[in-house]
């Protein structure tokens, strides 16, 4: 089992910068991608940005060119650097960790961006 929380979330006016913190617990050497998604009213949810354990980046459209991905040396905490937001980036945003021998994926609970001025 996984265990994922996330942080970090709040209300930020259009321009400005958030930094969201997710960190897993449990069986972290089972983890295969950490990553972040979210969710807007009304919208599916999205992936924003994660990263594989054999080193890859996925990123989402919503992330290039303004959100950082990255990720502590134990590998067990993700960070999301948010700048230049925009209102349409408001959403919860979830961690999530995908376990590597079965792909099961374990959520956590969000934590919500609101942009707006």
């Known amino acids: 089992q996984v265990q994922v929380v996330e942080s970090g979330g709040g209300l930020v006016q259009p321009g400005g910068s958030l930094k969201l913190t997710c960190v897993a617990t449990g069986d972290i050497a089972s983890i295969y991608v950490l990553g972040w998604y979210r969710q807007a009213p009304g919208k599916e949810r999205e992936v924003v940005a994660a990263?594989?354990?054999?080193?890859?980046?996925i990123q989402g459209d919503s992330a290039k060119g303004r959100f950082t991905v990255s990720e502590n040396n134990a590998k067990d905490t993700l960070y999301l650097q948010m700048n230049n937001l925009r209102t349409d980036d408001t959403a919860v945003y979830y961690c999530?960790?995908?376990?590597?021998?079965?792909?099961?994926?374990?959520w956590g609970q969000g934590t919500q961006v609101t942009v707006s001025s």
């Open positions: 990263l594989t354990r054999d080193g890859r980046t």
């Open positions: 999530n960790a995908l376990r590597n021998h079965d792909y099961v994926g374990f």
